[in-house]
């Protein structure tokens, strides 16, 4: 046996005891664990919250309302500076006619997505999904606004956070998803998106929506030019936040796509991929739900339910990843055929459940979820 050997037989043990992996651990596997030993330690973890042969998924789509940025991210082939050719906004009757067509198809969750729109303030947010609310009640859950997205708006009405959390809240908005976070080191935002926001920010912005009672999610993105480290300092930022809100649905780990982009680059394998959740699983042991982008890797996104996922999307669209070569499949019966391949029971998670509920996202390290996942 080697050195190597033994010391992931080390901290399969402790995980086995309910033991938190430091980051340490988190190299040490990373360097050292058999894509075999990743998938196993990921699956013990897994356990502890879900049932071993199943996964949920969500029908949903991504509303681009808009594509004129002033953010310029080097990453993004989405954007246009205002007053560019082919900048737009989507009118409300065009918001509706896609939300429409998503319910006809059997899907209940929009997400908003879209640029820093100089010319759209805060009550243009508030007065469409107020809309929406009213229109559709509950039988549409829609994710307002990512995190960035939330930052710049709160700042240009001059409002603190928690003000701007309160606005979207009277407005019908329940959720403001951890988007546009890709990755949460200072240094990663100043080579990529200096003009979007600070990592510092980013999670007092976040607190300030757990504190307003909204609900909220991790995301990730991996593969631009980011270290292990980089990524490392990612999944602690999200598992220190956690600790002090217990605010955290899920995390979502999605990969970039670089077609178009100004940075350019390649994308990682599905490999890679799968190795990085069963490293956020294993790391991440405060955060419920797993859930892997069959946004951006198709359909190899579904083996990483084998690598500790319990959670995905089929997203009907994406403009932002569409225009930087994603593909989207919209057979659903197609899709859902490859879990059910790998052994899977998949079931329809409707959007709005008891178990969203602020304060039990996630139960307290140490105890035990009841079983109606
Ligand atoms: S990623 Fe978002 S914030 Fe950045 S340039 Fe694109 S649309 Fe703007």
Redesign the pocket.
């Known amino acids: 046996m080697t050195n190597t050997t033994l010391a992931v037989r080390e901290i399969e043990a402790r995980i086995k005891a309910r033991e938190r992996i430091s980051s340490v651990d988190a190299a040490e596997l990373w360097k050292a664990a058999t894509d075999e030993e990743l998938r196993r330690l990921a699956g013990i973890v897994r356990k502890r919250y879900h049932d071993e042969t199943r996964a949920t998924y969500l029908v949903m789509r991504i509303i681009n309302y808009t594509n004129v940025?002033v953010?310029?991210?080097d990453y993004?082939a989405?954007?246009v500076l205002p007053n560019q050719e082919g900048g737009y906004v989507l009118t409300r009757d065009d918001v509706f006619a896609k939300i429409d067509e998503l319910l006809e198809i059997g899907g209940d969750l929009v997400a908003f997505n879209g640029?820093?729109n100089p010319k759209l303030p805060l009550h243009f947010y508030c007065d469409l999904f107020r809309a929406v609310r009213d229109r559709y009640g509950e039988r549409v859950e829609f994710y307002a606004l990512t995190i960035?997205e939330f930052l710049y708006l709160a700042d240009r009405a001059g409002l603190s956070y928690h003000q701007a959390a309160e606005e979207l809240k009277r407005a019908g908005v329940h959720w403001i998803t951890g988007g546009?976070s890709e990755i949460l080191t200072e240094d990663f935002r100043r080579r990529h998106?200096k003009f979007?926001y600070t990592v510092a920010e980013y999670f007092e912005a976040q607190r300030a929506i757990v504190e307003t009672g909204l609900r909220t999610t991790a995301t990730m993105v991996i593969g631009f030019d980011e270290t292990f480290e980089e990524r490392l300092e990612h999944l602690e930022r999200t598992r220190d936040f956690q600790d002090r809100t217990n605010g955290l649905f899920s995390f979502l780990c999605w990969t970039y796509k670089p077609y178009g982009t100004a940075f350019g680059g390649r994308e990682i394998s599905p490999r890679e991929y799968h190795r990085h959740i069963a490293l956020s699983r294993i790391f991440l042991d405060n955060v419920r739900h797993i859930r892997t982008s069959v946004l951006t890797m198709n359909r190899d996104a579904f083996q990483a339910l084998d690598f500790g996922a319990d959670d995905f999307d089929l997203p009907i669209e994406d403009e932002?990843t569409q225009k930087a070569g994603a593909t989207i499949d919209l057979d659903i019966e197609g899709l859902l055929a490859v879990p059910r391949s790998l052994g899977y029971r998949v079931d329809y998670r409707r959007s709005e459940r008891p178990e969203l509920v602020r304060g039990i996202a996630c139960p307290p390290r140490g105890s035990e979820w009841p079983s109606t996942t």
């Open positions: 940025c953010a310029q991210c993004c989405f954007y640029g820093f960035a546009g998106a979007k932002v």
